[in-house]
């Protein structure tokens, strides 16, 4: 059972470059986040997803963008990476809102230099 | 708005004692879910316990509970029988099932020999 899975682990862009980080589930949850952690900080959210073809906006959604074409898939895009994108990200899942642990993936560590 | 207060930067602990984590929250609504994550210096993301605001009981898993006071709106997580392994970052989470989690900042948790 691999649960969340990110790819990939680590990733350095240039400023201005795009990407896609890639988050896939196999636990048939509605429920998708992505997160991101700064140095010594806790989460936030950037974008969420409460089933296939539905998403919305987080805490700090400005940068990203987000599709949800199956339940499995939720791949976060960074459109012209700036240095205040350099973190942490971590992708989760869940099968309800409220009263269910959420199960994260390993996480991306991202850097824009 | 949902807060999550955590006013423990760090705690250090000697091994075999107990410890407790405080943990402090703000929200309006009714129904919601306490959790606490543990983050080692790996990077994951690990459940450890969950309370849901209308459960009677005060949460147990293994070596972790859970002091609820609703009346308080506090969630101290308390580790007993510390272990070297335990040292890590400690994050209190809330959700009110709004499909999204928020973070306290976290408390670093050193075990000592």
């Known amino acids: 059972n691999a649960g969340v899975t990110q790819t990939p682990k680590f990733r350095i862009l240039k400023i201005g470059q795009s990407m896609t980080l890639q988050c896939a589930q196999d636990m048939n949850h509605n429920y998708m986040y992505w997160y991101r952690q700064d140095p010594g900080m806790g989460l936030k959210l950037i974008y969420y997803s409460v089933g296939a073809g539905i998403t919305d906006k987080g805490e700090v959604p400005n940068g990203y963008n987000v599709s949800r074409s199956t339940t499995e898939d939720f791949p976060l895009r960074l459109e012209l990476a700036a240095p205040s994108q350099t973190s942490v990200y971590f992708c989760a899942s869940s099968y309800s809102s409220g009263n269910a642990e959420a199960f994260f993936g390993q996480g991306t560590r991202l850097t824009v230099v | ?113």
């Not at chain 2, 308080?72 to 308390?78: E, I, Q, W």
């Not at chain 2, 510390?82 to 959700?95: E, K, P, T, W």
């Open chain 2, 1 to 113: 708005a949902q807060k999550i207060t955590q006013t423990q930067p760090g705690m250090f602990v000697q091994e075999k004692e107990a410890v407790t984590l405080d943990c402090t929250y703000d929200t309006s609504d009714p129904s919601y879910g306490l959790f606490w994550y543990k983050q080692p210096s790996s990077g994951e993301m690990i459940f450890l316990i969950y309370q849901g605001s209308y459960d009677q009981q005060n949460a147990t898993e293994g070596r972790y509970s859970l002091n609820f006071q609703k009346a308080r709106k506090s969630a101290n997580l308390v580790i007993s029988a510390s272990q070297l392994g335990d040292s890590a970052m400690y994050f209190c989470v809330i959700d009110p099932g709004t499909y999204k989690y928020i973070f306290g900042t976290g408390t670093r948790l050193k075990v000592l020999a």
